[in-house]
């Protein structure tokens, strides 16, 4: 009884601190390992110049596929704007898509990744 309540717990937690734009983009465009079932069209990487306006989240994938794609959102929090960045797969790719509205989409309880060197034009 006591596991089960521990599970419970643990499962709460980790939707509560779900972020709503991985979520509410994954939903919207149908982002999985193995692409988007609502197509965005192809897009260099955004201007991110002035780096402090932008976040970045890992779209999470528990399909465990290891040769699948990873996806990664960059949202621009001053245009409200998002790309999706593309990596992995079986042939390796590194593809941009975007920029698409993110205008009504909260970004409380993102995590914002590093904006590191793997983000690239």
């Known amino acids: 009884m006591k596991n089960l309540a521990a599970a419970a717990l643990i499962l709460c937690s980790l939707q509560a601190v ?4 991985s979520d509410a983009i994954s939903t919207r465009y149908g982002i999985s390992f193995s692409g988007f079932k609502t197509p965005i069209p ?7 110049t002035d780096s402090g306006s932008f976040i970045r989240v890992a779209v999470r994938d528990n399909s465990k596929v290891a040769d699948g794609f990873r996806h ?39 995590r914002s990744d590093h904006m590191s060197a793997n983000i690239r034009g």
């Not at 779900?18 to 734009?21: D, E, G, I, M, R």
């Not at 192809?42 to 991110?48: E, L, S």
């Not at 621009?76 to 941009?96: E, I, M, P």
């Open 18 to 21: 779900a972020c709503p734009l």
């Open 42 to 48: 192809a897009a260099t990487a955004p201007d991110m």
């Open 72 to 110: 990664t959102i960059v949202m621009n929090t001053k245009t409200k704007t998002a790309w999706v960045l593309r990596t992995g797969g079986f042939a390796s790719v590194y593809d941009w898509f975007g920029p698409v509205d993110a205008r009504h989409v909260l970004i409380q309880n993102c």
